[in-house]
């Protein structure tokens, strides 16, 4: 299946690419499709933490990805 998937920030700068398309496995999980993203950008796999949207709302890691849905990745925000 294909879903949409979008980089921000620092994660844009790791990837080189602010969206792309990505053929993944029916049943997908968030985890499972970041564990996918660390094989394809080494620097992602430096990164554990990260927040994650799916269609807009932020999800947890167990979420089951669908066809179509776009998904982003977001580093972490601190503030002070």
């Not at 969206?19 to 554990?48: F, W």
């Not at 990260?50 to 167990?62: C, K």
Request: no cysteine; net charge neutral.
């Amino acid at each position: 299946m294909k879903v949409r998937v979008k980089y921000f920030a620092s994660f844009r700068d790791m990837t080189g690419k602010m969206e792309e398309s990505l053929e993944v496995p029916e049943g997908i999980t968030v985890e499972g499709l970041r564990e996918h993203i660390k094989g394809l950008y080494d620097k992602m796999a430096r990164r554990n933490q990260v927040l994650v949207a799916v269609n807009g709302a932020f999800v947890p890691l167990e979420t089951v990805v669908r066809e179509g849905d776009n998904v982003a990745f977001f580093p972490p925000v601190s503030g002070g």
